[in-house]
């Protein structure tokens, strides 16, 4: 199986998995890059997005999506390949106004789509490769559009990032299910930036994301504009 094919198994899986425990993910007041409870950067690094057309790549049950579009006047669409997370998000935010949730690969999507004002990932973009994703969303984003994401900076074990373009399998420890594996870009800063720059983006910010106490596991928040 390829490492994104693992992926979508691995997320399908834990969608089940919050699926038949009814669980419904508590309504965001701002978004949370790093991980729930940080004191991070929140919703306002996406600047002024009343009314801007905004994707969420890897929506997951969507609670940041309806977070925009209910509380700041958004309008967007959110994505993600799990079956299970698309029900879940379904189940949750079908009713909030200005949200619309789809299914599948957010690379084909971004292939075809009408270009985004603004493209925001938490936590999703890291389980895609770069040379697969970044061109697909230089041409889903309009000229001049942002792209704002995070990515793990040191893995789940505290490894640090790679300084070349390559994949690292994981095994993550989902809350009360089976290790899964998952293959992640766990990639450095400056890695990060080059391959940003050759796709056609301007790197505006990149900045680490420390967790509370004594978690080994470091974010980076990326904030980028398709030149
Ligand atoms: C770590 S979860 C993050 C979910 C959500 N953004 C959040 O903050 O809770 C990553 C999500 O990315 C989704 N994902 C992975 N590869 C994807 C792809 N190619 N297209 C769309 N979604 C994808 C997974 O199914 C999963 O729901």
New binding site residues.
């Given amino acids: 199986m390829n490492g ?1 094919k693992m ?2 198994q691995a ?2 899986v ?2 089940q998995y919050q699926l038949d425990r009814g669980f419904r ?1 508590p309504d965001p007041v701002q978004i949370h890059w790093g991980t729930p409870g940080d004191a991070g950067p929140d919703t306002g690094v996406l600047g002024g997005i009343g009314g801007k057309r905004l994707l ?6 969507g ?2 999506a309806a977070h925009l579009a209910r509380d700041h006047r958004a309008v967007v669409d959110a ?4 079956p299970t ?1 698309y029900q879940r998000a379904l189940l949750q935010y079908v009713d909030v106004p200005g949200v619309c949730f789809l299914l ?4 084909d999507h971004l292939r075809r789509c009408e270009p985004y004002d603004l493209v925001y ?4 973009l890291g ?2 490769h770069p040379h697969r994703s970044l061109p697909a969303l230089h041409r889903g984003l309009r000229p001049g559009g942002r792209l704002v994401f995070s990515v793990l900076h040191t893995d789940l074990h505290g490894q640090p990032p790679s300084s070349s373009l390559e994949t690292r399998q994981l095994t993550v420890q989902l809350k009360g299910l089976e290790p899964q594996d998952v293959h992640l870009w766990v990639l450095s800063p400056q890695l990060w930036e080059d391959v940003l720059i050759d796709h056609g983006f301007t790197v505006e910010a990149i900045d680490l994301l420390h967790r509370q106490g004594d978690d080994p596991v470091v974010d980076q928040l990326i904030q980028a504009r398709r030149a």
């Fill in positions: 994104e992926n979508r997320w399908t834990y969608g993910t969420d790549l890897g929506c997951g049950g609670h940041y994505i993600d390949v799990a997370q599948g690969d957010a690379v990932s938490v936590h999703g389980y895609l």
